[in-house]
């Protein structure tokens, strides 16, 4: 581990934490409705793996100040977070050279937190389950396809500025090329 991956993921992780007390004192951070505005720095997960453990880290942090649900949420909601950014990681470089497929990934955290907290507070709280689920999954589907996407967009044109591997480009293929062929063989960005 590099000490500027450490750096970064401790960035992530202050700002996750520093958003969500935000959050927390207009009691928006925890409960059926949640309205979490850190959650909009995920699509960083998109393009740096510090990012996945800063938030994951910023996660468990944020709910011992923030959760109402206890010690079972502070690890719960961590590996729940880690999960969804696991996936958002792994679609977004995959997609290195599309840029639509990143925003699909602004869907797994929509998806995960919406069943996975839903099912936290129905087993805690005892909570109705299909309630649980839409409440958490609007709140967070309003956070990351609003303040997500205006992120991703910054990411797209600043990333590089900050060290992230932002480039459009597709990985090259690599054809033997035949004598008197004219096409060009791409070699792959290193």
């Excluded at 960035?11 to 009691?27: D, P, R, S």
């Excluded at 960083?44 to 990012?51: E, L, M, R, S, Y």
Aim: net charge positive; hydrophobic share 50%.
């Amino acid at each position: 581990m590099t000490t500027r991956l450490l750096a970064r993921g401790s960035a992530y992780l202050a700002a996750y934490v520093a958003l969500t007390l935000v959050a927390g004192a207009f009691g928006l951070a925890s409960g059926q409705v949640q309205f979490r505005i850190s959650e909009a720095l995920l699509p960083f997960a998109c393009v740096d793996p510090a990012a996945v453990a800063g938030f994951t880290l910023g996660t468990a942090v944020a709910n011992v100040f923030t959760s109402s649900m206890g010690p079972p949420d502070w690890v719960f909601g961590a590996l729940l977070t880690l999960l969804a950014t696991l996936v958002m990681y792994r679609v977004g470089r995959r997609a290195l050279w599309r840029w639509r497929p990143r925003v699909v990934a602004l869907a797994a955290p929509v998806v995960v937190n919406a069943f996975g907290v839903g099912a936290e507070l129905t087993l805690i709280l005892h909570l109705p389950f299909w309630v649980n689920v839409g409440f958490v999954g609007l709140g967070e589907a309003a956070v990351m396809f609003t303040g997500g996407l205006a992120v991703m967009h910054l990411i797209r044109l600043h990333g590089p500025a900050f060290g992230l591997d932002t480039s459009m480009r597709r990985p090259a293929l690599s054809r033997p090329q035949k004598e008197g062929d004219q096409r060009e063989t791409r070699q792959t960005p290193r």
